[in-house]
């Protein structure tokens, strides 16, 4: 089994890299292969919706998206993790992931999906309901965790994950 972890950070060594570290760390000690895929330090455009990849099978900008769709395919599970800035998901990665879901054309029918989110004081549930929509509408089942898959602090030193 293989788990795709979109890390949509700018800040790769911060707080979501952490959290995924240590994510990674039980998933391997379970047989699961893991893989962490930067992107929130990217220069990603959003989508225009011109609906060309409808017809050619892949997304008119060719950049990180199309390289990361056969990644998505290849994968059992996924894990998007991103800082919460002012109460939404870091702007980068949510135009990776609008891209990525619209354009593959993949059926993510039962892959498995999870939320991580960051924040120094609060916006967490707002931002962990957006990264699931994802999921949910793509018909993947979603990992609950004990609270919510969150984390909070304002350096990776300070995290308290749940």
């Given amino acids: 089994m293989k788990v795709l972890m979109i890390n949509g950070s700018p800040d790769t060594s911060g707080c979501i890299h952490t959290a995924m570290m240590i994510a990674k760390e039980q998933l391997e000690n379970h047989g699961i292969e893991c893989e962490e895929l930067i992107v929130g330090n990217k220069d990603i455009r959003g989508c225009i919706g011109c609906q060309k990849c409808r017809t050619i099978g892949k997304c008119v900008f ?11 395919a290849g994968a059992d599970g996924i894990i998007i993790g991103t800082p919460a800035f002012y109460g939404t998901p870091n702007g980068t990665v949510l135009s990776f992931l609008q891209r990525l879901f619209y354009s593959c054309g993949l059926d993510l029918h039962m892959k498995v999906g999870a939320s991580i989110v960051s924040c120094r004081r609060t916006g967490n549930s707002a931002v962990f309901e957006q990264m699931n929509q994802f999921f949910g509408i793509n018909g993947m089942p979603t990992v609950p965790s004990t609270y919510w898959n969150d984390v909070h602090g304002y350096h990776k030193e300070d995290r308290l994950c749940r």
């Fill in 62 to 72: 060719n950049d990180l998206v199309n390289e990361s769709a056969p990644k998505l």
